[in-house]
């Protein structure tokens, strides 16, 4: 079991910026294959939704929401995560989450952080 943890949240103004980082603090060898990385968000009252990925070929994607203002990368060790956050805007208020989709030899499967509070205002 892979623990991923989640730091740098926070409030901001509008404006702003943020940068999230998510750890494998523990378990991440039972990862022999990383597939991705990726962000999800969740606004009061809305569903998750995704927000970004670092892909296997290097390969980054992003949520048109947030194309042009956030950026993901990740360190050479591949067990860190970053998401850059730029021009927060109050709809990015929102628990933002990490997941590490991996395979462990005979499976898939995917870890979640336990969730960080991002709140943008006016």
């Known amino acids: 079991q892979v623990r991923l943890v989640e730091s740098g949240g926070g409030s901001v103004q509008a404006g702003g910026s943020l940068r999230l980082s998510c750890a494998a603090a523990?378990?991440?060898?039972?990862?022999?294959?990383?597939?991705?990385w990726s962000w999800y968000r969740q606004a009061p009252g809305a569903e998750r939704e995704f927000v970004s990925s670092?892909?296997?070929?290097?390969?980054?994607t992003y949520a048109d929401s947030v194309k042009g203002r956030f950026t993901i990368s990740r360190d050479n060790a591949n067990t860190t995560v970053y998401l850059q956050m730029n021009s927060l805007a109050p709809e990015d208020t929102a628990m933002y989450s990490c997941?590490?989709?991996?395979?462990?030899?005979?499976?898939?499967?995917?870890?979640w952080g336990q969730g960080i509070q991002v709140s943008v205002s006016s």
């Open positions: 997941v590490l989709f991996c395979n462990d030899g005979r499976r898939s499967n995917d870890y």
């Open positions: 523990s378990g991440y060898s039972a990862c022999s294959y990383v597939m991705n």
């Open positions: 670092f892909n296997t070929d290097g390969s980054t």
